[in-house]
């Protein structure tokens, strides 16, 4: 494991940010804490920088305590929503500044901002000031500032949440890119879901101060195991067990007992004309038509591909993929 | 015979229209007249005067004359220096106590706050009493150690007026330092720059159009004061004694009129550069930017907080000997507690001080409306005029106290005009008061209109409310806070000043702070230490009463915004 945290601890007063939190990231993976705000992904990446203190627990990078190692001194890079360029320095000084305070020479500096900005496909701003650059490329300059000094951790705190979209979904791929090619493993705070099921090998989900699920973005949409996760992670429907083993009992097989509801994704669910329920309303997405049905399960949320040929009020019967349900902590 | 019963509207929409209309005019252009006639005019008419030559005709003869004379050149060398340095000791000391207020984490941060500001609450030749209390021949420290320190010229000067300007500069300062993203200093850090490098690469950079705007504030408030040049100057004559001699001393109008205009060039440079700094901090500042809220580090704060305290006992020694000097029997000989430098027979005794207080509350309750009309009007009216108006209104600024009172007897001075009714009489004072310190309260009105939402206004118009029923129901319950900042502001000020109304004051018509330089010129120091006092005291209750007053307001609006 190349960063441990374990058992990391944190209180605002009388709110508690992080509760015993462990997570591991390993050399050249890309992990997104994920949650609603105040769930405590922002300070968890934060006491990582070290511009915060924990109030228990324990850091390491590759076997060193980093507990008591200053922001400075612990070689890593970071990048903010708000860009934070520096904005009485050119691109190329804000760029080189990690290595100018490390008393790299001047023609070595030169040189490897001339690299990154290549790398960044914005090889002509090098003497440009901030201001006089669009949202996305600051957001470029502030990732290749970042990098420059080779970080052994890059740390992203909402970095696309400031762009318009278009912008967006470019800067997402390049930041994919980049952090495979170079291999430095990333930690990125965001709270759009799409965002890291995109970008992240492993997404670590947070609520309210723990950590509710870890795991692969296919695993933790395929298989969420708690009902937060499910509902974070697009759209569920989450049906109460009583009700299924009455009209669905083949989708009982795999019931663990207890206080647990069954999730099934809105694509998982065949639809087809019945007397089970009727559709409530339809709405086209272009690849898809979502359906709202009424059954006596509960209100359901149906996706199916294309246009699809129901309309309101129509009866349907549905007919769920046993395999593709997930049980999930209520 | 018809009964008529519908019912006839009480105004006509159009004649409703044509009221609000003229309403919206009179607003705009009853305080832009007087604006023009007791400001524009005035520095015009100074322009013209420095220009007029004695045989009649215009030209740059009395510049060269002046120019070429020993005596303006000794107090422009003076000057300049006394200038330099006050500014160089003065931007130093007000970015420490700016960096130790906006950028450390101290004990009793707003008493420090309160310690720096002290000198705005005195009148400007304070400073140099206490300091005569403190050092002079018969001071303090030279009687206890019998020693011959002497205080009356550069380094008295200098001590005087830094402690003068300090506030003023750690309020420019701490402006452009508050208006920070933490962000910025975060990347840094984890960067690798340490906190100094922090302050050399980040910190300074960002904030050098504050310091540089600092620095033109200081220096311009230096050449131009005059009560400290006259109460510690001694023989270190500076531009503004000069001016005092020639227009006073041997009415030689012209030539006062050239100097004035001479020390209008480096405030307008000055104003300029504080209209940068105040566009250009941290240039463009994104959305997401987050204030920067200093964080834990013991070195730091231990010693910029030291350094910052020991700065700020300077003025609150050199202001409390000034207090406790004024009820001391014989300073520095006998000290026991009396009360006789109170029983004050000289100079029409307090009568200057009741004087004082009607003036500075006719200037603030005139111009607190003015303020407040022009205010509306220019948010209800557009166009270039109205910008023409607003560039105008930001100007008084620029203008020296000195070299508006100047301008004053320029303009009121001219037998055969009716303008020489105002002359000599308390409502000239007035409004020289107000206009002195027009840009401020300007600019305290217009920010404080911006935050009415404009969908209030639309609202209450759509409703069917007059221009009139708009100001009286949305705009002044919505900036009572802002017209009590305003009102008490342009009172404490003028209570205060002394640069402006030196030129207009009579023997009649006498002001409170230019009593005190009197009292201080015939030698009656204790005197005039307890008028000081007595001043400070009614300033104070002032700031009292505004603080009260403010506190109300803001809570009747907050628990309007609650209901």
């Known amino acids: ?330 | 015979m018809t009964a008529v019963s519908a019912v006839a509207p009480r105004v006509t929409p159009l004649a409703r229209e044509r009221a609000d209309r003229i309403f919206d005019l009179a607003c705009l252009w009853i305080p832009a007249a007087a604006l023009l006639l007791f400001f524009v005019y005035p520095i015009g008419m100074m322009g013209y005067r420095s220009l007029l030559l004695p045989d009649g005709s215009l030209g740059f003869g009395n510049f060269s004359q002046i120019i070429g004379s020993r005596s303006f050149l000794r107090a422009l060398v003076n000057s300049l220096t006394m200038g330099l340095a006050t500014t160089a000791v003065t931007v130093a000391l007000g970015l420490l106590l700016a960096f130790a207020l906006h950028r450390c984490r101290l004990w009793l941060r707003i008493v420090l706050l309160g310690a720096i500001s002290l000198p705005v609450i005195a009148p400007s030749l304070v400073q140099g009493l206490g300091l005569i209390f403190l050092l002079g021949r018969n001071g303090l420290i030279n009687k206890t150690f019998g020693l011959q320190v002497e205080i009356y010229g550069f380094w008295g000067l200098l001590i005087a007026n830094s402690l003068y300007a300090l506030p003023q500069a750690a309020m420019i300062i701490g402006a452009a330092l508050r208006n920070a993203d933490a962000r910025l200093f975060e990347a840094a850090e984890v960067m690798g720059a340490t906190g100094w490098r922090r302050f050399i690469d980040l910190t300074l950079p960002n904030i050098r159009f504050g310091l540089l705007s600092a620095t033109f504030v200081v220096f311009t408030v230096t050449i131009t004061d005059f009560g400290n040049a006259a109460v510690i100057g001694g023989d270190y004559t500076v531009l503004a004694i000069e001016i005092y001699n020639q227009v006073i001393g041997q009415m030689n109008l012209n030539l006062g009129a050239v100097v004035g205009m001479l020390l209008l060039l480096p405030t307008v440079l000055a104003f300029y550069f504080e209209r940068l700094a105040t566009q250009r901090q941290f240039g463009t500042q994104s959305e997401a930017a987050v204030p920067y809220r200093p964080g834990h580090d013991p070195w730091r704060d231990g010693i910029i907080g030291t350094l910052a305290w020991l700065v700020a006992l300077a003025p609150v020694t050199v202001v409390g000997v000034v207090v406790y000097a004024s009820f001391m029997r014989l300073w520095p000989y006998r000290l026991d507690f009396t009360l006789r430098h109170y029983d004050i027979k000289l100079a029409g005794g307090y009568d200057p001080l009741w004087i004082s207080i009607g003036i500075s509350a006719a200037a603030a309750g005139f111009g607190t409306i003015f303020l407040l009309f022009l205010g509306v009007a220019l948010k209800r009216l557009g166009g270039p005029a109205a910008r023409a108006i607003y560039f105008v209104s930001m100007l008084p600024a620029a203008v020296p106290g000195l070299v508006l009172g100047l301008a004053y007897v320029f303009a009121f001075n001219q037998p055969g005009t009716p303008l020489i009714l105002l002359y000599g009489s308390a409502a000239l004072l007035a409004m020289c008061n107000f206009y002195h310190y027009h840009t401020q309260g300007f600019a305290t009105m217009t920010t404080g209109l911006r935050q009415i939402p404009p969908a209030l206004e639309e609202a209450a118009t759509c409703i069917g409310a007059s221009a009139w029923a708009v100001l009286r129901d949305v705009y002044i319950p919505y900036t009572l806070p802002t017209l009590i900042s305003v009102f008490f502001f342009l009172f404490m000020s003028s209570m205060v000043t002394l640069s402006a109304v030196i030129f207009l004051v009579t023997p009649n018509l006498m002001l409170a702070a230019v009593t005190v330089m009197r009292l201080d010129e015939g030698g009656y120091t204790a005197q005039a230490a307890a008028f000081s006092t007595a001043i400070m005291l009614v300033v104070t209750a002032a700031l009292l009463l505004a603080r009260g007053t403010l506190w109300l307001a803001q809570r009747r609006i907050r628990l309007s915004a609650e209901a």
């Open chain 1, 1 to 330: 494991m190349h960063l441990a945290i374990e058992q990391v601890a944190k209180s605002f007063g009388s709110v508690v940010a992080l509760d015993n939190v462990s997570l591991g990231v390993d050399t050249g993976e890309f992990v997104c804490l994920l949650g609603p705000s105040g769930c405590g992904k922002t300070t968890l990446l934060r006491i990582i920088a070290g511009l915060l203190t924990m109030d228990s627990g324990r850091l390491t990078l590759a076997g060193r305590d980093l507990t008591q190692v200053p922001a400075r001194l612990r070689g890593f890079g970071i990048v903010f929503q708000s860009y934070s360029l520096f904005p009485n320095m050119s691109v190329a000084a804000n760029i080189g500044y990690g290595l100018k305070l490390r008393g790299t020479p001047t023609a070595d500096i030169a040189k490897r901002v001339n690299d990154l900005l290549a790398l960044i496909k914005l090889p002509q701003i090098a003497d440009r000031y901030p201001w006089e650059l669009s949202g996305g490329q600051q957001q470029r300059v502030a990732l290749a500032r970042a990098i420059a000094a080779d970080p052994a951790l890059l740390l992203l705190d909402e970095p696309l949440s400031a762009l318009d979209a278009k912008v967006r979904a470019e800067l997402r791929e390049e930041i994919r890119d980049l952090q495979r090619r170079l291999g430095i493993p990333t930690v990125m705070v965001t709270h759009d879901q799409e965002e890291a099921l995109t970008l992240a090998d492993r997404i670590v989900c947070m609520s309210r101060g723990r950590i509710e699920q870890a795991g692969t973005p296919a695993d933790l949409y395929a298989r969420p195991t708690t009902r937060f996760v499910a509902d974070f992670m697009g759209v569920s429907n989450l049906i109460e067990p009583s009700r299924l083993s009455a009209l669905l009992p083949q989708l009982m097989q795999d019931y663990p007992g207890g206080d647990q509801l069954l999730c099934l994704r809105p694509e998982h669910l065949a639809v087809r004309p019945g007397t089970l329920g009727k559709v409530m309303s339809t709405t086209f997405l272009g690849n898809i038509t979502r359906l709202k049905l009424d059954t006596p399960l509960g209100m359901l949320v149906a996706e199916l591909p294309g246009q699809a040929d129901f309309a309101p009020g129509d009866g349907i019967d549905i007919a769920p993929d046993p395999a593709r349900g997930a049980w999930v902590a209520a």
